[in-house]
Protein backbone atom coordinates (compact mmCIF):
# COMPACT_ATOMS: atom_id res chain seq x y z
CA UNK A 1 0.00 0.00 0.00
CA UNK A 2 1.24 3.63 -0.89
CA UNK A 3 2.41 5.93 2.03
CA UNK A 4 0.04 8.35 0.97
CA UNK A 5 -2.84 5.56 0.96
CA UNK A 6 -2.12 4.88 4.11
CA UNK A 7 -1.58 8.15 5.72
CA UNK A 8 -5.43 8.81 4.28
CA UNK A 9 -6.12 5.59 6.04
CA UNK A 10 -4.87 6.07 9.57
CA UNK A 11 -6.12 10.09 9.51
CA UNK A 12 -9.34 8.59 8.92
CA UNK A 13 -9.49 5.78 10.80
CA UNK A 14 -9.58 7.24 13.79
CA UNK A 15 -23.11 19.54 26.12
CA UNK A 16 -24.17 17.38 28.04
CA UNK A 17 -27.79 16.24 27.45
CA UNK A 18 -30.06 18.49 25.41
CA UNK A 19 -32.51 19.67 27.53
CA UNK A 20 -35.91 17.77 28.05
CA UNK A 21 -38.59 19.29 26.73
CA UNK A 22 -35.90 19.31 23.52
CA UNK A 23 -35.44 15.75 24.15
CA UNK A 24 -39.57 15.27 23.53
CA UNK A 25 -39.93 16.94 20.91
CA UNK A 26 -41.16 14.68 17.85
CA UNK A 27 -39.64 15.17 14.57
CA UNK A 28 -43.23 15.93 13.53
CA UNK A 29 -42.16 18.61 10.82
CA UNK A 30 -40.43 15.96 8.35
CA UNK A 31 -41.76 15.11 5.08
CA UNK A 32 -42.48 12.55 3.60
CA UNK A 33 -39.84 10.73 1.27
CA UNK A 34 -40.30 11.20 -2.64
CA UNK A 35 -39.03 8.10 -3.70
CA UNK A 36 -37.36 7.43 -7.21
CA UNK A 37 -35.65 4.27 -8.48
CA UNK A 38 -31.56 4.56 -7.71
CA UNK A 39 -29.58 5.13 -10.61
CA UNK A 40 -26.82 2.83 -9.89
CA UNK A 41 -29.03 -0.17 -8.19
CA UNK A 42 -31.99 -1.87 -9.96
CA UNK A 43 -34.93 -2.65 -7.94
CA UNK A 44 -33.83 -0.21 -5.42
CA UNK A 45 -35.10 3.16 -4.36
CA UNK A 46 -33.53 6.47 -3.23
CA UNK A 47 -34.91 9.26 -1.23
CA UNK A 48 -33.68 11.89 1.64
CA UNK A 49 -34.96 13.53 4.26
CA UNK A 50 -34.09 17.00 5.66
CA UNK A 51 -33.23 17.74 8.94
CA UNK A 52 -31.92 20.41 10.85
CA UNK A 53 -28.09 21.14 11.07
CA UNK A 54 -28.64 21.97 14.83
CA UNK A 55 -31.79 20.44 16.69
CA UNK A 56 -31.67 22.69 19.05
CA UNK A 57 -31.85 25.59 16.59
CA UNK A 58 -34.03 24.07 13.90
CA UNK A 59 -34.37 27.36 12.20
CA UNK A 60 -30.17 28.04 11.37
CA UNK A 61 -30.02 25.65 8.56
CA UNK A 62 -30.66 22.22 7.28
CA UNK A 63 -28.48 18.86 6.06
CA UNK A 64 -29.97 16.14 4.12
CA UNK A 65 -29.86 12.29 4.94
CA UNK A 66 -29.86 10.07 1.82
CA UNK A 67 -31.75 6.54 1.82
CA UNK A 68 -32.06 3.58 0.19
CA UNK A 69 -34.70 1.20 0.21
CA UNK A 70 -35.84 -3.02 -0.94
CA UNK A 71 -39.19 -3.31 -0.88
CA UNK A 72 -40.95 -6.07 1.31
CA UNK A 73 -41.08 -9.01 -1.07
CA UNK A 74 -44.32 -9.73 0.12
CA UNK A 75 -46.25 -6.64 -0.18
CA UNK A 76 -49.81 -8.73 1.52
CA UNK A 77 -47.44 -10.13 4.94
CA UNK A 78 -45.87 -6.55 5.17
CA UNK A 79 -45.03 -5.30 8.78
CA UNK A 80 -43.54 -1.89 7.97
CA UNK A 81 -39.98 -1.04 7.29
CA UNK A 82 -36.76 -1.38 9.02
CA UNK A 83 -34.13 1.14 9.27
CA UNK A 84 -30.56 -0.37 9.16
CA UNK A 85 -26.89 1.10 9.80
CA UNK A 86 -23.54 -0.52 9.42
CA UNK A 87 -21.88 1.46 12.31
CA UNK A 88 -18.40 3.29 11.47
CA UNK A 89 -18.92 5.90 12.21
CA UNK A 90 -18.80 6.71 8.51
CA UNK A 91 -20.47 3.69 7.27
CA UNK A 92 -23.15 3.70 4.51
CA UNK A 93 -26.39 2.19 4.56
CA UNK A 94 -27.56 3.16 1.57
CA UNK A 95 -24.10 1.91 -0.17
CA UNK A 96 -25.33 -1.11 1.94
CA UNK A 97 -28.64 -1.62 0.78
CA UNK A 98 -27.76 -1.45 -2.84
CA UNK A 99 -24.86 -4.03 -2.90
CA UNK A 100 -27.57 -6.43 -1.30
CA UNK A 101 -26.69 -5.73 2.59
CA UNK A 102 -30.03 -7.37 4.00
CA UNK A 103 -31.34 -9.56 7.05
CA UNK A 104 -32.66 -12.80 6.46
CA UNK A 105 -35.30 -13.92 3.26
CA UNK A 106 -38.11 -14.17 6.15
CA UNK A 107 -37.66 -10.49 7.19
CA UNK A 108 -37.29 -8.63 3.62
CA UNK A 109 -40.69 -10.23 2.50
CA UNK A 110 -42.30 -8.74 5.26
CA UNK A 111 -40.46 -5.76 5.86
CA UNK A 112 -38.59 -3.14 3.23
CA UNK A 113 -35.49 -2.91 4.11
CA UNK A 114 -34.28 1.22 4.38
CA UNK A 115 -30.27 1.68 5.01
CA UNK A 116 -29.28 5.51 5.59
CA UNK A 117 -26.51 7.45 5.83
CA UNK A 118 -25.89 9.48 8.88
CA UNK A 119 -25.31 12.84 8.26
CA UNK A 120 -21.96 13.98 7.17
CA UNK A 121 -21.73 10.52 5.82
CA UNK A 122 -21.70 9.11 1.93
CA UNK A 123 -25.01 10.21 -0.24
CA UNK A 124 -25.93 12.37 2.59
CA UNK A 125 -24.49 16.35 2.92
CA UNK A 126 -21.20 14.90 3.63
CA UNK A 127 -18.69 16.05 6.19
CA UNK A 128 -15.16 17.14 4.15
CA UNK A 129 -11.78 17.77 4.76
CA UNK A 130 -8.90 19.04 3.24
CA UNK A 131 -6.45 16.60 1.18
CA UNK A 132 -3.48 18.39 2.02
CA UNK A 133 -4.25 18.06 5.99
CA UNK A 134 -5.69 14.82 5.52
CA UNK A 135 -2.59 13.29 4.02
CA UNK A 136 -0.07 15.62 5.74
CA UNK A 137 2.57 13.59 7.22
CA UNK A 138 2.27 12.97 10.94
CA UNK A 139 3.54 10.48 13.49
CA UNK A 140 0.56 7.99 14.31
CA UNK A 141 2.41 6.37 17.33
CA UNK A 142 4.51 9.51 18.93
CA UNK A 143 8.19 8.54 20.64
CA UNK A 144 8.39 11.39 22.95
CA UNK A 145 7.28 14.90 23.90
CA UNK A 146 7.49 16.68 20.29
CA UNK A 147 5.91 14.14 18.49
CA UNK A 148 3.15 14.00 20.40
CA UNK A 149 2.41 17.97 19.79
CA UNK A 150 3.12 17.21 16.17
CA UNK A 151 0.40 14.64 16.68
CA UNK A 152 -1.87 17.05 18.08
CA UNK A 153 -1.40 19.92 15.72
CA UNK A 154 -2.20 17.40 12.65
CA UNK A 155 -5.05 16.68 14.19
CA UNK A 156 -6.15 20.31 15.39
CA UNK A 157 -5.19 21.69 11.66
CA UNK A 158 -7.42 18.75 9.78
CA UNK A 159 -10.56 19.53 12.29
CA UNK A 160 -9.94 22.95 11.06
CA UNK A 161 -9.87 22.09 7.80
CA UNK A 162 -13.16 20.14 8.11
CA UNK A 163 -15.30 23.10 9.64
CA UNK A 164 -13.62 25.46 7.32
CA UNK A 165 -14.74 23.13 4.14
CA UNK A 166 -18.08 21.78 5.76
CA UNK A 167 -19.40 24.77 7.47
CA UNK A 168 -21.28 24.20 11.12
CA UNK A 169 -22.32 20.24 9.72
CA UNK A 170 -18.52 19.62 10.50
CA UNK A 171 -19.76 20.13 14.33
CA UNK A 172 -22.89 18.72 14.47
CA UNK A 173 -21.93 14.69 13.55
CA UNK A 174 -22.28 13.56 17.19
CA UNK A 175 -24.57 10.61 17.80
CA UNK A 176 -27.39 12.49 19.68
CA UNK A 177 -28.27 14.64 16.21
CA UNK A 178 -28.57 11.11 14.25
CA UNK A 179 -31.10 9.77 16.59
CA UNK A 180 -33.19 13.08 16.28
CA UNK A 181 -32.33 12.20 12.59
CA UNK A 182 -33.60 8.61 12.85
CA UNK A 183 -36.75 10.20 14.37
CA UNK A 184 -37.56 12.63 11.17
CA UNK A 185 -36.91 9.42 8.95
CA UNK A 186 -39.36 7.64 11.01
CA UNK A 187 -42.05 10.56 10.34
CA UNK A 188 -41.14 10.73 6.80
CA UNK A 189 -41.48 6.32 6.17
CA UNK A 190 -45.27 7.11 7.74
CA UNK A 191 -44.16 4.74 10.64
CA UNK A 192 -45.97 5.32 13.88
CA UNK A 193 -43.04 3.53 15.99
CA UNK A 194 -39.49 2.45 14.51
CA UNK A 195 -38.19 -0.85 13.84
CA UNK A 196 -34.37 -0.65 13.51
CA UNK A 197 -31.54 -3.22 13.26
CA UNK A 198 -27.65 -0.86 13.98
CA UNK A 199 -24.41 -2.70 13.88
CA UNK A 200 -21.50 -1.40 15.89
CA UNK A 201 -21.10 2.01 16.11
CA UNK A 202 -24.99 1.85 14.87
CA UNK A 203 -25.82 0.44 18.91
CA UNK A 204 -24.99 3.55 20.00
CA UNK A 205 -27.24 5.25 17.43
CA UNK A 206 -30.41 3.00 18.49
CA UNK A 207 -29.42 3.29 22.14
CA UNK A 208 -29.56 6.90 22.26
CA UNK A 209 -32.86 6.80 19.85
CA UNK A 210 -34.32 5.03 22.73
CA UNK A 211 -33.40 7.90 25.12
CA UNK A 212 -35.00 10.51 23.24
CA UNK A 213 -37.84 8.64 21.93
CA UNK A 214 -39.11 6.01 23.96
CA UNK A 215 -42.66 6.01 23.30
CA UNK A 216 -41.59 5.76 19.60
CA UNK A 217 -39.61 2.40 19.61
CA UNK A 218 -41.46 -0.76 17.89
CA UNK A 219 -38.22 -3.55 18.25
CA UNK A 220 -34.48 -2.46 18.36
CA UNK A 221 -31.72 -4.70 17.26
CA UNK A 222 -28.56 -4.05 18.35
CA UNK A 223 -25.73 -5.93 17.25
CA UNK A 224 -22.19 -5.51 19.03
CA UNK A 225 -22.60 -3.15 21.29
CA UNK A 226 -20.77 0.14 21.85
CA UNK A 227 -20.21 0.93 25.64
CA UNK A 228 -20.98 4.33 26.31
CA UNK A 229 -19.91 4.47 30.07
CA UNK A 230 -15.99 3.58 28.85
CA UNK A 231 -14.89 7.24 30.68
CA UNK A 232 -10.96 7.23 30.30
CA UNK A 233 -8.59 6.69 27.48
CA UNK A 234 -7.02 4.04 29.62
CA UNK A 235 -10.23 2.02 29.65
CA UNK A 236 -10.82 2.13 26.54
CA UNK A 237 -7.89 1.51 24.67
CA UNK A 238 -7.40 -1.57 27.20
CA UNK A 239 -10.48 -3.47 26.72
CA UNK A 240 -10.14 -2.91 23.02
CA UNK A 241 -6.96 -4.75 23.09
CA UNK A 242 -7.61 -7.58 25.59
CA UNK A 243 -10.53 -8.46 23.24
CA UNK A 244 -8.47 -8.16 20.24
CA UNK A 245 -5.50 -10.28 22.34
CA UNK A 246 -8.14 -13.05 22.85
CA UNK A 247 -9.05 -13.25 19.64
CA UNK A 248 -5.60 -13.69 18.40
CA UNK A 249 -5.87 -16.96 20.96
CA UNK A 250 -8.89 -17.90 19.03
CA UNK A 251 -7.07 -18.23 15.87
CA UNK A 252 -4.03 -19.96 16.90
CA UNK A 253 -6.17 -22.71 18.49
CA UNK A 254 -8.27 -22.31 15.07
CA UNK A 255 -5.00 -22.96 13.24
CA UNK A 256 -3.39 -25.76 15.35
CA UNK A 257 -6.88 -27.86 14.70
CA UNK A 258 -7.52 -27.51 11.17
CA UNK A 259 -4.54 -28.82 8.20
CA UNK A 260 -5.64 -26.12 5.74
CA UNK A 261 -4.16 -23.10 7.88
CA UNK A 262 -1.23 -22.02 6.09
CA UNK A 263 0.89 -22.20 9.22
CA UNK A 264 -0.66 -25.67 10.96
CA UNK A 265 2.15 -27.14 12.90
CA UNK A 266 3.90 -23.77 13.52
CA UNK A 267 4.56 -21.90 16.82
CA UNK A 268 1.85 -19.35 15.88
CA UNK A 269 2.72 -16.95 18.50
CA UNK A 270 6.20 -17.19 18.68
CA UNK A 271 6.00 -16.28 14.48
CA UNK A 272 4.11 -13.26 15.50
CA UNK A 273 6.05 -12.15 18.27
CA UNK A 274 9.03 -12.03 15.73
CA UNK A 275 6.99 -10.38 13.29
CA UNK A 276 6.22 -7.48 15.84
CA UNK A 277 10.05 -7.28 16.60
CA UNK A 278 10.93 -6.86 12.92
CA UNK A 279 8.07 -4.60 12.93
CA UNK A 280 9.26 -2.50 15.70
CA UNK A 281 12.96 -2.30 14.32
CA UNK A 282 11.70 -1.05 10.68
CA UNK A 283 13.08 -4.13 9.04
CA UNK A 284 9.28 -5.62 8.15
CA UNK A 285 8.42 -5.29 4.73
CA UNK A 286 5.70 -5.85 2.17
CA UNK A 287 7.50 -8.82 -0.08
CA UNK A 288 5.64 -7.53 -3.17
CA UNK A 289 6.14 -3.90 -3.19
CA UNK A 290 9.30 -3.96 -0.61
CA UNK A 291 7.51 -0.54 1.50
CA UNK A 292 7.89 -1.53 5.48
CA UNK A 293 5.43 -2.12 7.72
CA UNK A 294 5.12 -0.19 11.02
CA UNK A 295 3.88 -1.73 14.50
CA UNK A 296 0.55 -0.42 13.99
CA UNK A 297 0.48 -1.76 10.19
CA UNK A 298 0.87 -4.70 11.69
CA UNK A 299 -2.01 -4.20 13.96
CA UNK A 300 -4.42 -3.22 11.63
CA UNK A 301 -3.75 -6.61 9.44
CA UNK A 302 -4.92 -8.82 12.54
CA UNK A 303 -7.51 -6.34 13.45
CA UNK A 304 -9.03 -6.13 10.44
CA UNK A 305 -8.96 -10.13 9.49
CA UNK A 306 -10.38 -10.82 12.64
CA UNK A 307 -13.75 -9.17 11.52
CA UNK A 308 -14.97 -11.71 9.47
CA UNK A 309 -13.26 -13.38 10.80
CA UNK A 310 -10.59 -14.40 8.14
CA UNK A 311 -8.55 -16.31 9.34
CA UNK A 312 -7.03 -18.33 6.14
CA UNK A 313 -6.38 -15.16 4.82
CA UNK A 314 -4.28 -13.91 8.20
CA UNK A 315 -2.53 -17.13 8.33
CA UNK A 316 -1.34 -16.53 5.21
CA UNK A 317 -0.43 -13.21 5.30
CA UNK A 318 1.49 -13.99 8.12
CA UNK A 319 3.18 -16.94 6.62
CA UNK A 320 4.51 -14.71 3.61
CA UNK A 321 5.30 -11.85 6.15
CA UNK A 322 7.50 -14.08 7.96
CA UNK A 323 8.84 -16.13 4.85
CA UNK A 324 9.28 -13.13 2.89
CA UNK A 325 8.24 -14.44 -0.32
CA UNK A 326 6.31 -12.39 -2.15
CA UNK A 327 2.56 -13.18 -3.22
CA UNK A 328 1.35 -14.30 -6.49
CA UNK A 329 0.16 -11.32 -8.59
CA UNK A 330 -3.72 -11.65 -7.57
CA UNK A 331 -2.83 -11.41 -3.92
CA UNK A 332 -2.97 -8.86 -1.59
CA UNK A 333 -1.93 -8.65 1.57
CA UNK A 334 -4.23 -5.95 3.03
CA UNK A 335 -7.59 -4.94 1.59
CA UNK A 336 -8.96 -1.94 0.02
CA UNK A 337 -10.13 0.17 2.83
CA UNK A 338 -12.44 2.75 1.85
CA UNK A 339 -11.54 6.29 2.82
CA UNK A 340 -13.34 7.84 6.04
CA UNK A 341 -13.40 11.45 5.98
CA UNK A 342 -16.01 11.49 9.55
CA UNK A 343 -14.16 9.08 11.80
CA UNK A 344 -13.07 12.39 14.38
CA UNK A 345 -15.84 14.45 13.37
CA UNK A 346 -18.14 12.16 14.89
CA UNK A 347 -15.94 10.07 17.41
CA UNK A 348 -14.66 12.86 18.77
CA UNK A 349 -17.92 14.74 19.64
CA UNK A 350 -19.57 11.29 21.33
CA UNK A 351 -16.32 10.82 23.31
CA UNK A 352 -14.54 12.82 25.65
CA UNK A 353 -11.02 11.19 26.66
CA UNK A 354 -7.68 13.49 27.00
CA UNK A 355 -4.36 12.56 26.49
CA UNK A 356 -2.29 15.41 27.80
CA UNK A 357 0.79 14.38 27.27
CA UNK A 358 3.45 11.95 25.59
CA UNK A 359 3.97 10.26 28.94
CA UNK A 360 0.40 9.31 29.68
CA UNK A 361 0.11 8.07 26.56
CA UNK A 362 2.98 5.74 26.17
CA UNK A 363 1.89 4.63 29.34
CA UNK A 364 -1.30 3.13 27.92
CA UNK A 365 0.52 2.06 25.51
CA UNK A 366 2.61 -0.04 27.38
CA UNK A 367 0.22 -1.17 29.59
CA UNK A 368 -1.61 -2.41 26.55
CA UNK A 369 1.12 -4.23 25.38
CA UNK A 370 1.45 -5.84 28.50
CA UNK A 371 -1.65 -7.52 28.53
CA UNK A 372 -1.42 -8.47 24.73
CA UNK A 373 2.07 -9.49 24.15
CA UNK A 374 0.92 -10.95 20.52
CA UNK A 375 -1.05 -8.20 19.32
CA UNK A 376 0.23 -5.23 21.08
CA UNK A 377 -2.70 -3.26 20.47
CA UNK A 378 -5.83 -2.37 19.29
CA UNK A 379 -5.48 -0.46 15.94
CA UNK A 380 -8.88 0.87 15.97
CA UNK A 381 -8.80 1.92 19.60
CA UNK A 382 -5.83 3.49 19.19
CA UNK A 383 -6.59 5.31 16.31
CA UNK A 384 -9.39 6.20 17.83
CA UNK A 385 -7.96 7.80 20.93
CA UNK A 386 -5.17 9.39 19.13
CA UNK A 387 -7.24 10.61 16.74
CA UNK A 388 -8.69 13.24 18.90
CA UNK A 389 -5.31 14.65 20.60
CA UNK A 390 -5.62 17.85 19.79
CA UNK A 391 -9.11 18.05 17.83
CA UNK A 392 -10.70 21.62 17.64
CA UNK A 393 -14.04 20.94 18.33
CA UNK A 394 -16.05 20.29 21.85
CA UNK A 395 -17.34 17.00 23.16
CA UNK A 396 -20.83 17.46 22.51
CA UNK A 397 -22.39 14.25 23.23
CA UNK A 398 -19.99 12.72 26.35
CA UNK A 399 -20.13 9.02 27.02
CA UNK A 400 -22.14 7.75 29.99
CA UNK A 401 -24.50 4.93 30.29
CA UNK A 402 -27.88 5.22 28.78
CA UNK A 403 -30.79 5.84 30.81
CA UNK A 404 -33.69 4.34 28.76
CA UNK A 405 -37.26 4.53 30.26
CA UNK A 406 -40.66 3.68 28.80
CA UNK A 407 -39.15 2.03 25.50
CA UNK A 408 -40.19 -1.87 25.31
CA UNK A 409 -37.72 -4.36 25.60
CA UNK A 410 -34.53 -3.82 23.58
CA UNK A 411 -32.51 -6.93 21.43
CA UNK A 412 -28.81 -6.96 21.72
CA UNK A 413 -26.34 -9.59 20.16
CA UNK A 414 -22.90 -10.03 20.33
CA UNK A 415 -20.37 -12.32 19.13
CA UNK A 416 -18.65 -13.75 22.33
CA UNK A 417 -15.11 -13.50 20.32
CA UNK A 418 -15.26 -9.54 18.99
CA UNK A 419 -12.38 -7.56 18.02
CA UNK A 420 -13.89 -4.38 18.09
CA UNK A 421 -16.62 -4.18 20.49
CA UNK A 422 -15.80 -6.28 23.41
CA UNK A 423 -18.36 -8.72 24.53
CA UNK A 424 -18.03 -7.04 28.09
CA UNK A 425 -19.51 -3.45 26.08
CA UNK A 426 -22.95 -5.64 25.42
CA UNK A 427 -22.76 -7.03 28.49
CA UNK A 428 -22.18 -3.58 30.53
CA UNK A 429 -25.45 -2.00 27.94
CA UNK A 430 -27.58 -5.28 28.77
CA UNK A 431 -26.90 -4.29 32.46
CA UNK A 432 -27.34 -0.64 32.29
CA UNK A 433 -30.72 -0.71 30.12
CA UNK A 434 -32.14 -4.03 31.01
CA UNK A 435 -32.20 -5.16 27.67
CA UNK A 436 -31.86 -9.19 26.43
CA UNK A 437 -28.20 -10.25 25.34
CA UNK A 438 -28.43 -13.23 23.14
CA UNK A 439 -24.78 -14.34 22.88
CA UNK A 440 -23.48 -15.70 19.88
CA UNK A 441 -20.60 -18.32 21.15
CA UNK A 442 -18.15 -17.78 18.27
CA UNK A 443 -16.42 -15.32 16.66
CA UNK A 444 -16.07 -11.83 14.67
CA UNK A 445 -18.20 -8.49 14.53
CA UNK A 446 -21.73 -8.35 13.88
CA UNK A 447 -23.99 -11.89 15.07
CA UNK A 448 -26.65 -11.82 13.04
CA UNK A 449 -24.28 -12.39 9.95
CA UNK A 450 -22.48 -15.35 11.00
CA UNK A 451 -24.31 -17.96 9.39
CA UNK A 452 -26.16 -19.03 13.00
CA UNK A 453 -29.47 -20.13 12.26
CA UNK A 454 -29.93 -19.45 16.43
CA UNK A 455 -28.91 -16.13 15.98
CA UNK A 456 -31.12 -15.75 13.01
CA UNK A 457 -34.39 -17.33 14.31
CA UNK A 458 -34.34 -15.19 17.77
CA UNK A 459 -33.58 -12.06 15.95
CA UNK A 460 -36.33 -12.69 13.80
CA UNK A 461 -39.40 -13.83 15.92
CA UNK A 462 -38.26 -10.45 17.76
CA UNK A 463 -38.36 -8.26 15.10
CA UNK A 464 -41.64 -9.65 13.76
CA UNK A 465 -43.59 -10.54 16.54
CA UNK A 466 -41.63 -8.45 19.52
CA UNK A 467 -40.65 -11.89 21.47
CA UNK A 468 -37.44 -11.63 23.17
CA UNK A 469 -35.50 -14.77 23.66
CA UNK A 470 -35.06 -15.70 27.13
CA UNK A 471 -32.53 -14.38 29.39
CA UNK A 472 -29.04 -15.58 28.85
CA UNK A 473 -29.77 -17.65 25.32
CA UNK A 474 -26.47 -18.90 23.75
CA UNK A 475 -26.20 -19.68 20.35
CA UNK A 476 -23.71 -22.34 19.65
CA UNK A 477 -20.64 -20.97 17.23
CA UNK A 478 -20.23 -21.84 13.93
CA UNK A 479 -17.12 -22.87 12.53
CA UNK A 480 -15.41 -20.15 10.32
CA UNK A 481 -15.31 -21.10 6.50
CA UNK A 482 -13.81 -19.35 3.44
CA UNK A 483 -13.65 -15.88 3.01
CA UNK A 484 -15.67 -15.44 0.64
CA UNK A 485 -18.31 -17.09 1.43
CA UNK A 486 -21.74 -16.33 3.99
CA UNK A 487 -25.73 -17.52 3.84
CA UNK A 488 -26.85 -13.92 4.69
CA UNK A 489 -25.62 -10.75 3.38
CA UNK A 490 -23.58 -8.88 6.51
CA UNK A 491 -22.93 -5.08 6.76
CA UNK A 492 -20.44 -3.47 4.12
CA UNK A 493 -17.17 -3.43 5.57
CA UNK A 494 -16.58 -0.32 7.93
CA UNK A 495 -12.79 1.44 8.42
CA UNK A 496 -14.20 1.46 12.19
CA UNK A 497 -16.63 0.18 14.84
Not at 240 to 255: H, I, K, L, P
Not at 268 to 276: A, D, F, G, I
Not at 353 to 362: D, G, I, N, Q, T
Not at 467 to 481: I, M, N, Y
Amino acid sequence: MARVTQRLLTAAAVTAVLGSVLAATPASAAESVDWQPCADAPGVDCGTVTVPVDWAHPDGGTTTVALARRKATDPQARIGSVLMDPGGPGGSGTDGVKTGWSLSPEITRRFDTVGFDPRGVGASTRISCGLEELIADHPRVPRNQAEFEQLAAYNRRLGESCNRISGPLGQFGDTKSVARDMDAIRVALGERKLTYYGVSYGTLMGQQYAELFPDKVRALVLDSNMDHSQFTAAEFLLSETRSVQAEFGEFVAWCARTPNCALHGRDVSKLTRELQDKAARGELKDPRSEELIEPLDLASIFQGNFYGPSWDRLATTLKLLADGTAPAASAKLRDDIPINYVFQSVFCDDWRMPVHSFAELETYRRVAAAFAPDVKVNSLGWTAITGCIGWPNKTSNPQRPPRIHGAPPLLLLSSRHDPATPYAWSQAVARQTGSTLLTYDGWGHGAYSKNSSCVTRATDDYLISGKLPAPGTHCAAVEPVASSMASVAGPPVVNGF
